[in-house]
């Protein structure tokens, strides 16, 4: 049971390049959400999906489109990375909205 | 919008000692969510309180939804080296537009 699973760990992107950053649950859990983490800023939802087949903006969306696969699986899209999205990205996954969010190992982005 | 403040920004403590974080806000919350953060990790959850007035424990942990449903307090009692981190609490107002917010966080540091 390995709970939020994130891929890559690590990666580095040239200023317009694309990626699709990867997020699998296997808790069975119908809401997963994608953050990004910078220092001083605390965790901010970029987007999230209660639940399949629904995705919806959160606090910062510009830049970045996310695709609900199936119930296990909530992807990010990066299509045109800039320096600004530098960040370290969090995907969670909770039973329903309102319900405790548990987090994957992150994928750390830096885009030159 | 929505705002949760965690104060100071850094603890320091011996080895041994007590330890006490608050978190607060000006809006109400249904939820009260407290992870820690290790460095290079995701945030794992600690403590999940749902009703107004909640004390719940985990271990060593002990954290209370305050009856003003406006702020909720994380208790570490003799505090090991391990409790190193990074402290976030995060609130849910469970509406319509149910969704985290989250505090800054608070790095706490154990001296042996």
């Known amino acids: 049971n390995a709970g939020v699973t994130q891929t890559p760990k690590f990666q580095v992107l040239k200023t317009g390049q694309s990626m699709t950053l990867q997020c699998a649950q296997d808790m069975n859990h119908n809401s997963m959400y994608w953050y990004r983490q910078d220092p001083g800023m605390g965790l901010r939802l970029i987007y999230y999906?209660?639940?399949?087949?629904?995705?919806d903006k959160g606090e910062v969306p510009n830049g970045y489109n996310v695709s609900r696969l199936n119930k296990r699986e909530f992807s990010l899209r990066l299509e045109s990375a800039a320096p600004s999205q530098t960040s370290v990205y969090f995907c969670?996954?909770?039973?329903?909205?309102?319900?405790?969010?548990?987090f994957g190992p992150g994928t750390r982005l830096t885009v030159t | 919008g929505q705002q949760l403040n965690q104060s100071p920004q850094s603890m320091f403590i011996q080895e041994g000692e007590d330890v006490s974080m608050n978190c607060t806000s000006s809006s109400i919350f249904n939820t009260w969510l407290w992870y820690k953060q290790d460095p290079g990790e995701g945030p794992v959850l600690l403590i999940a309180?749902?009703?107004?007035?909640e004390l719940t424990s985990n271990g060593r942990l002990t954290a209370q939804f305050g009856i003003t449903r406006k702020d909720s307090f994380l208790n570490i009692s003799a505090s090991i080296p391990s409790d190193v981190g990074i402290y976030f609490c995060?609130?849910?107002?469970?509406?319509?537009?149910?969704?985290?917010?989250f505090g800054k966080g608070i790095t706490l540091s154990v001296r042996p």
């Open positions: 995060a609130g849910d107002d469970t509406g319509a537009n149910s969704k985290l917010t």
């Open positions: 309180l749902y009703k107004a007035g």
């Open positions: 999906s209660a639940s399949e087949g629904t995705t």
């Open positions: 969670a996954a909770a039973r329903n909205r309102g319900y405790e969010q548990y």
